[in-house]
Nanobody, 124 residues
Framework: QVQLVESGGGLVQAGGSLRLSCDAS????????MGWFRQAPGKDREFVAS????????YFIDDVKGRFIISRGDAKTPVYLQMNMLKPEDTAIYYC?????????????????WGQGTQVTVSS
């Protein structure tokens, strides 16, 4: 059974940092595109960042550019999201997701595997 499990969320003050991890089991995602999405209360799930499975090219929504970093890890933890200079509007449940192919995407429908999410709360 393929599983993705996020960790690293929590409560942080505005301006602080958190590092989210995404642990994988059941298959390897070494060549797969990985992504992070978030969903704030009352809002739709939105794309945050993705990384190409082979080139390592990264993509971000404009709101997090310069503040967030997506990076690849190892087989156990294939992707991280380093979040710096956090703002209250970053408050959301953050989900990691994986594709079966290497091409990164900003579209949630392109991702096959999803974690259950980790809560990130940024206080002002």
């Amino acid at each position: 059974q393929v599983q993705l499990v996020e960790s690293g969320g929590g409560l942080v003050q505005a301006g602080g940092s958190l590092r989210l991890s995404c642990d994988a089991s059941g298959r390897t995602f070494s060549g797969s595109a990985m992504g992070w999405f978030r969903q704030a209360p009352g809002k739709d799930r939105e794309f945050v960042a993705s990384i190409h499975g082979s080139s390592g090219i990264t993509y971000f929504i404009d709101d997090v550019k310069g503040r967030f970093i997506i990076s690849r890890g190892d087989a156990k933890t294939p992707v991280y999201l380093q979040m710096n200079m956090l703002k209250p509007e970053d408050t959301a449940i953050y989900y990691c997701a994986a594709r079966r192919i290497s091409v990164a995407s900003k579209n949630a429908r392109d991702y096959v595997y999803w974690g259950q999410g980790t809560q990130v709360t940024v206080s002002s």
